[in-house]
């Protein structure tokens, strides 16, 4: 089975603060993403990776960055942590045939 | 651009009826379509997936759903629920290239005793 692995359930950060979100997958997979949920938004992407040191961005990009300089890991920056990125993450690898999530991180920015 | 429409935020039903959750989806190309459970405090499984072939897709748990072109349409169906399907399911909707997946604001399903 595909294991996508986000390196921590919760985390509580202060406004301003750089946030480094991180996700690991074990099965060489290609495509990579990361989304938001909030109640009532369902999932929005927020920036996906196709390939090593490849990125495009999502529905939801702004006050997010990204990095992928190996294959199975796959990061999500927030330069400056604000309230409103107060969220759960969601990384995910290989949508299409396994739709494999991480048990995502929940945020919360004070 | 591609947009999920789940027509129903809260669905209360009693144990052992049946319930359907309704899925709709905009898109004039081919799409491949998902639905996923989120249990309380977990993450996301795939329930059942339609990539090509049969309309009627069967799932885990005893969920099935049925792909209807013609009305865009992908509902989520089980014929008897249980107190463990109480969850929060999403539809989603793949198409074009990398295949990211656009979901919907999902449905919050209560199944009481």
């Known amino acids: 089975d595909v294991k996508v692995t986000q390196s921590s359930r919760y985390l509580v950060k202060r406004t301003g603060e750089k946030v480094f979100l991180e996700c690991v997958q074990d099965?060489?997979?290609?495509?990579m993403f990361w989304y938001r949920q909030d109640p009532g938004l369902g999932l929005r992407l927020i920036y996906f990776?196709?390939?090593?040191?490849?990125?495009e961005k999502g529905d939801i990009p702004e006050g997010y960055s990204v990095s992928r300089e190996k294959k199975e890991r796959f990061s999500l920056i927030l330069e400056s942590a604000s309230t409103n990125q107060t969220s759960m993450y969601l990384c995910?690898?290989?949508?299409?045939?396994?739709?494999?999530f991480g048990s995502g991180t929940r945020l919360t920015v004070v | 651009a591609q947009s999920v429409t789940q027509l129903d935020s809260q669905v209360p039903v009693f144990e052992e009826a049946p319930v359907e959750l309704r899925c709709n989806y905009s898109?004039?190309?081919?799409?491949?379509l998902f639905w996923y459970v989120q249990y309380p405090n977990q993450g996301l499984q795939l329930l059942l997936k339609?990539?090509?072939?049969?309309?009627l897709v069967k799932g885990i748990n005893g969920f099935e759903a049925e792909f209807n072109k013609s009305q865009t349409s992908f509902h989520l169906r089980k014929p008897s629920v249980h107190i463990s399907d109480t969850a929060e399911y999403f539809c989603?909707?793949?198409?074009?290239?990398?295949?990211?997946?656009?979901f919907g604001a999902g449905t919050r399903l209560a199944v009481h005793p």
């Open positions: 995910a690898s290989s949508l299409r045939d396994r739709g494999d």
């Open positions: 099965m060489d997979h290609e495509n």
């Open positions: 990776s196709y390939d090593v040191k490849m990125k």
């Open positions: 898109s004039s190309v081919s799409v491949y």
């Open positions: 339609y990539l090509s072939g049969s309309t």
């Open positions: 989603a909707v793949s198409s074009g290239g990398y295949n990211k997946l656009i």
